[in-house]
């Protein structure tokens, strides 16, 4: 069955400094990807999605990049965080057991910008 | 334009008794629609969907959901909440754009009290 992984868990950043947050997919190939944000434990909001290697759609403007390197890898990025780049990040797949059209979630990580 | 509204924040209800999570769509054709819940700290994980058929969803936990194409309503479902249930609840409709991409409501807090 399917896996995600994200890493890492939790992170603390100062404004200014970069960023990178890693998705890796297990059990499956040619997932069609997605970063999602969660801010104030509610709503949320799809950053990112990629339907192959280096094919990456932005759907907000902000300070953030996504790449795919590898079929199964989805990478989050910033140069300079910004305070509101606080956020719960969770990447998605759509190949998941549960069926078409379904998003299997990983657990996410925490980031804090101070 | 494809949406769904969760027209409240939090819903309260004693173990035992039946719940109801509220969710409406707005979409231009047939919806795909899905219901996703958050337990704290955790990623989405699917509970049910409905494409077609049958207006009757079941999923997993025990709930279910009923699609009402007439009030344009997707609520969820559960005969007896258990207090393990309490969690974050999140409707979504996929976008009509060629792509699996969900988006989702604003989340209910379904707080379920001993």
């Known amino acids: 069955s399917q896996t995600i992984h994200q890493w890492p868990a939790t992170l603390v950043q100062p404004v200014g400094s970069p960023l990178s947050l890693e998705c890796t997919v297990e059990?499956?190939?040619?997932?069609?990807l997605y970063w999602y944000r969660q801010a104030a434990g509610r709503g949320l909001q799809l950053l990112f999605y990629?339907?192959?290697?280096?094919?990456i759609s932005s759907e907000v403007p902000q300070n953030l990049s996504a790449s795919r390197p590898q079929d199964r890898q989805f990478i989050l990025s910033s140069k300079k965080l910004l305070l509101s780049d606080s956020g719960f990040y969770l990447c998605?797949?759509?190949?998941?057991?549960?069926?078409?059209?379904?998003?299997?979630f990983g657990a996410g990580s925490r980031l804090t910008v101070l | 334009a494809q949406s769904v509204a969760q027209p409240e924040d939090q819903v309260n209800v004693a173990e035992g008794n039946p719940l109801t999570v509220k969710c409406t769509y707005s979409?231009?054709?047939?919806?795909?629609l899905f219901w996703y819940v958050q337990y704290p700290n955790r990623g989405l994980q699917f509970l049910l969907k409905?494409?077609?058929?049958?207006?009757l969803v079941k999923g997993s936990y025990g709930f279910e959901a009923e699609f009402n194409k007439s009030q344009t309503s997707f609520h969820l479902k559960k005969p007896s909440a258990l207090v393990s249930d309490s969690a974050l609840y999140f409707c979504?409709?996929?976008?009509?754009?060629?792509?699996?991409?969900?988006?989702f409501g604003t989340g209910t807090r379904l707080q379920v009290f001993p």
């Open positions: 998605a797949s759509d190949r998941g057991p549960s069926g078409a059209n379904v998003l299997t």
């Open positions: 059990g499956t190939s040619n997932p069609n």
């Open positions: 990629s339907v192959g290697i280096g094919q």
């Open positions: 979409v231009s054709g047939n919806p795909y």
């Open positions: 409905y494409i077609t058929g049958d207006n």
């Open positions: 979504a409709v996929r976008a009509l754009d060629n792509t699996d991409k969900l988006i």
